[in-house]
Nanobody, 115 residues
């Protein structure tokens, strides 16, 4: 049973930073494309950032230059460093692992940006 467990969410002031981490339990972690999605209140889930097995990254335009996704294929983790946070970044953030028909999701971690 594959599990993705997110951590690192919380309350942060505008302009602050948070680092999210996702620990994955699958053995073949390195062949999965990993991503972070988010769902803000009243909005649809959206892709925030992704990283493919070779390490190529992709970002939503709203976070480009502020967020950085990275992976550690030894520790089976994928992180999301979030800087210069603003209220529009408030959402539940989800970790996703994808390979072919396999698609796994974490339970999510809440990020709230507020003064």
């Amino acid at each position: 049973q594959v599990q993705l467990v997110e951590s690192g969410g919380g309350l942060v002031q505008p302009g602050g930073s948070l680092r999210l981490s996702c620990a994955a339990s699958m053995r073949s972690f390195s062949v999965y494309a990993m991503a972070w999605y988010r769902r803000a209140p009243g909005k649809q889930r959206e892709l925030v950032a992704s990283i493919n097995p070779p390490g190529r990254t992709n970002y939503a335009s709203s976070v480009k230059g502020r967020f950085t996704i990275s992976r550690d294929n030894v520790k089976n983790t994928v992180d999301l460093q979030m800087n210069s946070l603003n209220a529009e970044d408030t959402a539940v953030y989800y970790c996703n692992a994808h390979m072919g028909v396999a698609d796994y999701w974490g339970q999510g971690t809440q990020v709230t940006v507020s003064s």
